[in-house]
């Protein structure tokens, strides 16, 4: 269970499940790699009173072991509810690619689709994508669907996320 911060902006209030730290693992694979591999991950949703939630994604790579191997793609950006229950995500990516994703919000399910993709000269291609985030038995399940380096929209990327107590380090939240 989450509370609700009394200085949420109130167009945030279908947004509002997901602020807080989140931690966990998933998967990932594509065709363009040599093989699949599973992460670590750590998103940070937080507000300071004005109507978006900033946002922050980094990921890791596991070994057998769940020892974090090296870090591996990272992520900040703004989420900006707009009327109807409709989102924009704007996200940058230090490879080199920025994003505008726009969605709608139902209940604790957001589905968002790429708008635009611009990168620089030397960041891989990419070219669309879809994401589905979802509140699930109070864990925050996702999932990145991707086109890029030639390749049709296809699976890349999920994971599945306990919300992180006030206080408790990341890593403990399976023992809360």
């Avoid at 109130?10 to 807080?20: H, I």
């Avoid at 599973?38 to 004005?50: D, P, V, W």
């Avoid at 139902?106 to 790429?114: F, N, Q």
């Amino acid at each position: 269970m989450f509370e609700i911060s009394q200085d949420l902006h109130p167009d945030l209030m279908p947004l509002a499940w997901l602020v807080g730290k989140w931690e966990g693992e998933g998967v990932g694979g594509y065709p363009t790699l040599d093989e699949d591999f599973r992460f670590a991950q750590e998103i940070e949703f937080s507000h300071n009173g004005k109507p978006f939630l900033a946002y922050t994604s980094r990921t890791w790579l596991l070994d057998e072991e769940n020892n974090r191997v090296r870090p591996l793609a990272s992520e900040t950006g703004y989420w900006r509810p707009r009327p109807n229950r409709e989102v924009e995500v704007l996200l940058a990516h230090p490879t080199g690619f920025v994003e505008v994703w726009v969605g709608r919000v139902t209940g604790a399910k957001i589905e968002l689709r790429t708008d635009v993709v611009a990168r620089t000269e030397s960041a891989k291609e990419v070219n669309a994508g879809h994401r589905l985030y979802g509140l699930v038995e109070g864990d925050l399940l996702w999932a990145y669907d991707m086109a890029a380096m030639g390749q049709p929209l296809q699976a890349h990327v999920s994971a599945r996320l306990r919300r992180v107590r006030v206080g408790e380090e990341p890593g403990d939240s399976e023992n809360a």
